[in-house]
C-alpha cells in the first residue's frame, strides 16, 4: 500500500522513509546530465595532457558522491556506514601515493656508477610488444654462459 | 540477579558436578558439526585446523634446521631446501597464524565477552571455515604438483617466470584471504551492534578492542592480497606487463602491492597476540588495567599506523630514498603504540597479587620476547642499518621473536587461559608450566643464535654457508628441538585433559571479570541464560565476580 | 534448557516476532543495522580490490602515457556512454526496488527488479559487442595481443587493464544479475514488504558499487585523450 505523503509509512529503524520518487528521478536526472558534461570535457583541449584526467575524475568523483549520498542513503544512514566507506578511499589513496612517489623520485640521486633504468619507456617506434625489437636494454648474459651478441629474450 | 558471594571464586575441583548439557554434547552429530553455525564449534574446529598446520610447518622447520646443521648437503638438495622454506612461511603466515587467534580464539571468546549469542553472521561464519578448508586443500595441492620455491613473499621477476604450480599457490592465497576477510567483516560488525547492554566501548575486555583493530585490517589489507594474486598470476599466463621490466612494467610495483596487505598482516598477526596478554595480566595480578584507553586506543593506532609504513621491507630494493626515508620516519612511529602497552602491562602487574599459573607464565614470556623482537625491529627500520641487516638471519631472528615469542606464546597461553570455559576441564598446571619454561628455553636458544650470526653477514634463505657460521647453526638446530619438544608436550598436556570424564575445572577458576566467565563451563549452546547486563568494569577486582546463571544447572542465585 | 532454544517458527506464533529475525539479535532494527555493516565493510573490501587495479593502471598510465593515449582510440566511447547510461538507469531501477519493498508496493517491486535485470543484460550484450570487436582486431591482453595495425610498443598493456578491469567489472555484473534474479523470484511469493526488505537494500549497495566503478572506468578508458 504506497501513499504519496511517504512520512506516514515506518520502516524497521522506526524512522520515516528518505527519499522516494521524485528525490530519484532528479538525481537520476542530474547524473545524466554529468556524463554528458564528462564526454563534452573530454573533447576540449585543456593546454596539457593531465588537465583531462584531473577534470574527468573529478566529475567522476562528483557523480560517485551523488550515487553514494543518495542512492546508497549515506544521506540518511547513521554515520558508521559513511565512515566505513570514506576511510577505504583514504587508504586507497595511500595504496597510490606512495608507489606514485617512488616510481617518480627512483631518479633523483644519481650514484656514481647509475647506468640508467632497466626498462625504457615507450619511445614511439611502431613495433609489435612482446619478444621483438622492443627498446630495452639486453639482459646479462647468464653466469658461466657465452656473453651473446644481443641479450637474449627467450619467450 | 545473582548476589555477590564469596563461594563462586573457587574452583570446584573436587566437586565434579553431573555433566550438563552444552555446546559440545547437544545435537552432537557429525552433519550437525559441518553445518553449524555456533561460534563455539566453529572456534573449535579453526583451533584443530590451525593448530594441525602448525605442527606440519613446524616440522618443516626442524627439517630445515636438521639440514643446516652443515654446510654440506645432509639429505635436502638445495632445490628442495627452496621448497621447504617457502612452504613453512607460506604454511605458517597462510594457514595458521593469519587465522590463529582470530578464529580459532577470537570466534570462541569474543560473543561471549560481549554477552551476545552468537557473532553478526553466524552463517558468514561457517562460510568462512569452508574457504579456509578450501584455500587449504588447493595450497596442498599445490605442495603435492611439486611445491613452489619462490619464498613466501612471491617476488617477481622471478615468480612470475618460475616453472612450478606458482599460480595455484597464488589462487590459494587469494581464497584464503577471503576467509580472512569474512571474519574480519563479522567481528566488527559483532562489536558494533551486539553487545550487552550498558557496554559501552570503554566497557570492553581489552581483547576485544584488540580484535576489532585486527578485523579492520583484514578488512582494509586483505584484499589488496588478493588482487596482487590475480595480478601475479595474470602476469604469469597472459605476460600483461605490470611487473616485468622486459615489458614495462616494474618489478618494485610487485611489492609495494604484496607489501601493503603484508605488513599491516603482521599487526593481524600481533595485535590479537596483545589482546590475549592484556586479557591474562589483570586476571593474573588481581588488578585492574592500567591505562585502560592507552591500550585501547594503542590497539587502534598500530592498526592505523600499520598501513603507512610497508615500504619499510623494500630498503634494498630499488625503491627511490625519498620513499624509503618517508616509510623509516613512519617506522619508528608505528613503535610507539606497542611500547605504550608494554609499560602499562608492567605497571598493571606492579604491586599486583600476582598468580603464577601457566597462562601467566607464557604472558610473561610474551613481554620478555616481545621485546625483544621488537626492539631488534627498531634496528630494521633504520635505513642505514638495513642496508647491512636485510635479508640476513637478523630479520629471521626478529620476526620469530616478535611472531612465534609474540603471537604463537600469547596463542598458547590464551588457550590455556580459555581452555577451562572452552571444554569445563583442567589441564595438569604442573606439566603444563614445565612445557612452558621448555618452550621458552628452547626458543631462545634457537633464536638468539640467529640474532648473532645474522647480524654477522649469515644471509637468510641459504642452503649453506660459510665455515664460521656453523657453531650458531648447530645451536640453533639443538634449540629447535627443544622448542619441538616444548611445543608437542603442551599440546599432549591440553590433549590428555578431555580424556577426563567430569568437568572439574569451574566456571571461572582464574576468578576474571570479563562477561565469558558468567556462564558456566563449557557453556550451552546459546551461551547464556537470557540476555546478560553488565554490572562491572571488566577488570574490576574490587567486586566478586558475577557468578554463572544457568536456570537448572549447577548455580542458582 | 533453556527458552531461547525456541525456533523463529515457534516464536513467530508464540511470541510474535518477525519470523525473519535472527536468534540472536534482540530486535529488527539491530539486525537490519548490523547487516548494513556488515555490507558496507564487503563493500569496503571490493573498492581495494578494484582499486588494486586501479592503481597499477594509474602507475602504468604515468610510465607509458603516449602508448595509453594512443591505445584509447580502440575503444568506441559511444558504446562506453551508452553502457554508463544504461546502468545509471539501473541504478535509479534499483534504488525504486528498495523504495517499493519499504513501502510494501510488492507489483513494483517485482517491476523494478526486473527492469534492473534488464539493464544489467542490455551492459552486458554491449560489452560482449566490445569485445567481439577487440577480438577480430587482436587488441587482446599481454600474450595475445595480435594487433597490426600501426600502434605504440606498450599498447598492450593499455589493453591487459582494459580486459582485467571491465572483465572483472562483468563478472560482478553477472554475479548481480544472478543475485538480482533470486531476489525476483522471492518477490513474487511475497518474500518482502516494509518490515523486512534487507536483502533488496543491500543488493541494491552492491549494485550501487557496481555502477561506481564503472563512473570511474569509463573516463579513464573511453574518454582520456
Given at each position: ?16 522513509l ?13 547524473l ?12 576540449v ?36 556506514n ?14 597510490f ?17 647509475w ?27 647468464p653466469p ?12 | ?14 566437586t ?21 553455525v ?8 579453526y ?27 645432509d ?16 604454511i ?5 597464524i ?36 578450501t ?15 619462490t ?22 592465497v ?9 571474519t ?85 598477526m ?57 616509510f ?37 614470556s ?21 642496508i ?76 649453506t ?88 544447572g549447577?548455580?542458582?542465585? | 534448557?533453556?527458552s ?181 523470484i ?40
Amino acid at each position: 500500500m504506497s501513499q504519496h505523503t511517504h512520512d506516514s509509512h515506518s520502516s524497521p529503524s522506526g524512522h520515516h522513509l528518505h527519499g522516494g520518487p521524485k528525490v530519484y528521478a532528479t538525481v537520476l536526472a542530474i547524473l545524466l546530465a554529468l556524463t554528458l558534461i564528462t564526454i563534452g570535457a573530454s573533447k576540449v583541449d585543456f593546454g596539457s595532457p593531465s588537465a583531462n584526467v584531473v577534470i574527468a575524475l573529478i566529475i567522476a568523483t562528483i557523480k560517485a558522491t551523488i550515487v553514494a549520498l543518495w542512492f546508497m542513503h549515506l544521506k540518511y544512514d547513521k554515520p558508521i556506514n559513511g565512515m566505513i566507506f570514506a576511510s577505504t578511499l583514504f587508504f586507497l589513496a595511500l595504496f597510490f601515493a606512495y608507489p606514485y612517489i617512488d616510481a617518480n623520485s627512483r631518479t633523483d640521486v644519481k650514484p656514481s656508477n647509475w647506468k640508467g633504468p632497466a626498462y625504457m619507456p615507450d619511445s614511439g617506434s611502431a613495433v609489435r610488444g612482446i619478444g621483438a625489437n622492443f627498446p630495452v636494454r639486453p639482459l646479462p648474459p647468464p653466469p658461466g654462459s657465452k656473453p651473446a651478441e644481443h641479450g637474449a629474450e627467450k619467450h | 540477579m545473582a548476589n555477590a558471594t564469596t563461594t563462586t571464586t573457587q574452583t570446584r575441583i573436587g566437586t565434579a558436578p553431573p555433566p550438563h548439557l552444552n555446546y559440545l554434547t547437544e545435537n552432537n552429530t557429525l552433519k550437525a558439526w559441518l553445518t553449524t553455525v555456533d561460534h563455539k564449534r566453529l572456534g573449535l574446529m579453526y583451533l584443530g585446523a590451525v593448530m594441525s598446520f602448525f605442527f606440519i610447518a613446524g616440522a618443516l622447520a626442524l627439517l630445515l634446521r636438521l639440514e643446516l646443521l652443515t654446510p654440506k648437503q645432509d639429505f635436502m638438495d638445495s632445490a628442495t631446501y627452496n621448497k621447504v622454506f617457502t612452504l613453512h612461511g607460506a604454511i605458517m603466515v597462510f594457514l595458521f597464524i593469519i587465522p590463529s587467534v582470530p578464529a580459532a580464539l577470537g570466534n570462541f571468546v569474543l560473543p561471549l565477552m560481549l554477552g551476545a549469542k552468537d557473532v553478526a553472521f553466524p552463517r558468514l561464519n561457517l562460510a568462512s571455515f569452508y574457504v579456509y578448508c578450501t584455500g587449504a586443500v588447493m595450497a596442498l595441492a599445490a605442495i603435492i604438483l611439486g611445491g613452489v620455491d619462490t619464498g613466501w613473499t612471491f617476488y617477481t621477476p622471478y615468480s612470475t617466470t618460475t616453472d612450478g604450480p606458482v599460480g595455484l599457490m597464488a589462487m590459494a592465497v587469494f581464497v584464503l584471504g577471503f576467509s580472512s576477510i569474512f571474519t574480519g567483516i563479522n567481528f566488527v560488525a559483532t562489536v558494533h551492534k551486539l553487545r550487552a547492554p550498558g557496554m559501552g566501548w570503554f566497557q570492553l575486555p581489552l581483547f576485544v578492542w584488540g580484535i576489532y583493530a585486527t578485523a579492520l585490517i583484514q578488512v582494509l589489507a586483505t584484499p589488496v592480497l588478493g588482487i596482487t594474486a590475480v595480478l601475479m598470476v595474470m602476469e604469469r599466463a597472459f605476460h600483461i606487463g605490470i611487473f616485468d621490466a622486459r615489458l614495462g612494467g616494474d618489478p618494485v610495483l610487485f611489492q609495494h602491492f604484496f607489501w601493503f596487505y603484508s605488513h599491516p598482516a603482521v599487526y593481524i598477526m600481533i595485535l590479537p597476540g596483545m589482546a590475549i596478554i592484556s586479557e591474562i595480566i589483570p586476571a593474573f595480578s588481581k588488578k585492574t588495567m592500567f591505562g585502560y584507553r592507552a591500550i585501547a586506543f594503542s590497539s587502534v593506532s598500530i592498526a592505523f599506523i600499520g598501513f603507512l609504513v610497508w615500504g619499510h621491507h623494500m630498503f634494498t630494493s630499488g625503491q627511490s630514498d625519498l620513499a624509503s626515508a618517508i616509510f623509516a620516519f613512519l617506522t619508528y612511529l608505528v613503535a610507539i603504540p606497542s611500547g605504550i602497552k608494554i609499560w602499562n602491562w608492567l605497571a598493571t602487574m606492579y604491586q599486583g597479587s600476582i598468580d603464577m599459573r601457566t597462562p601467566m607464565l607464557y604472558a610473561m614470556s610474551f613481554l620478555i620476547l616481545f621485546a625483544i623482537g621488537g626492539l631488534t625491529g627498531l634496528y630494521l627500520g633504520a635505513i642505514s642499518v638495513d642496508i647491512h641487516l636485510h635479508d640476513t638471519y637478523f630479520v629471521v631472528a626478529h620476526f620469530h621473536y616478535v611472531m612465534m615469542g609474540g603471537t604463537v606464546i600469547a596463542f598458547i597461553g590464551g588457550i590455556h587461559y580459555w581452555w577451562p570455559k572452552m571444554f569445563g576441564k583442567m589441564y595438569n598446571e604442573r606439566l603444563a608450566s614445565i612445557a612452558c619454561w621448555i618452550v621458552f628455553i628452547g626458543f631462545n636458544v634457537t633464536f638468539l643464535n640467529q640474532f648473532m650470526m645474522g647480524s654477522q653477514g649469515m644471509p637468510r634463505r641459504y642452503w649453506t654457508y660459510l665455515p664460521e657460521f656453523q657453531k650458531y647453526h648447530i645451536g640453533s638446530t639443538i634449540g629447535s628441538w627443544i622448542l619441538g619438544f616444548g611445543l608437542v608436550m603442551a599440546a599432549g598436556v591440553l590433549l590428555a585433559s578431555l580424556r577426563k570424564k567430569e568437568y572439574d575445572a569451574g566456571d571461572n577458576p582464574w576468578g576474571s571479570r570479563t562477561m565469558e566467565w558468567e556462564t558456566i563451563s563449557p557453556p550451552i549452546t546459546h551461551n547464556f541464560e537470557g540476555q546478560p547486563v553488565l554490572r562491572h568494569g571488566p577488570y574490576d577486582f574490587r567486586v566478586e565476580p558475577t557468578p554463572a546463571t544457568v536456570a537448572g544447572g549447577r548455580h542458582s542465585g | 534448557m533453556s527458552s531461547q532454544v525456541i525456533t523463529a517458527d515457534h516464536e513467530a506464533h508464540a511470541h510474535g516476532h518477525d519470523p525473519n529475525l535472527q536468534h540472536h539479535f534482540a530486535e529488527m532494527e539491530q539486525q537490519f543495522e548490523c547487516s548494513k555493516i556488515g555490507m558496507w565493510l564487503f563493500l569496503a573490501t571490493e573498492v581495494l580490490l578494484f582499486g588494486g587495479l586501479f592503481v597499477g593502471y594509474g602507475l602504468m598510465q604515468g610510465q607509458h602515457s603516449e602508448a595509453f593515449k594512443s591505445a584509447h582510440h580502440h575503444l568506441d566511447w559511444r558504446l562506453g556512454a551508452l553502457n554508463t547510461i544504461v546502468l545509471l538507469i539501473s541504478s535509479f531501477t534499483m534504488v525504486m526496488a528498495v523504495w517499493s519493498a519499504q513501502t510494501s508496493n510488492q507489483k513494483a517491486l517485482v517491476r523494478n527488479l526486473a527492469l534492473t535485470i534488464g539493464c544489467a543484460c542490455t551492459f552486458m550484450v554491449v560489452k560482449f559487442f566490445e569485445y567481439s570487436h577487440k577480438y577480430h582486431e587482436g587488441l587482446l591482453p599481454g600474450a595475445f595481443y595480435s594487433y597490426t595495425g600501426p600502434h605504440q610498443n606498450a599498447e598492450f598493456v593499455f589493453f591487459s587493464f582494459y580486459f582485467m578491469m571491465t572483465g572483472l567489472h562483468g563478472i560482478h555484473v553477472t554475479a548481480g544479475i544472478v543475485v538480482l534474479t533470486y531476489l525476483l523470484i522471492q518477490a513474487r511469493k511475497g518474500a518482502y514488504n516494509s518490515s523486512y526488505f534487507t536483502p533488496i537494500d543491500l543488493t541494491g549497495l552492491y549494485w550501487h558499487l557496481v555502477d561506481l566503478i564503472w563512473i570511474y572506468l569509463f573516463p579513464l578508458f573511453y574518454l582520456i585523450s
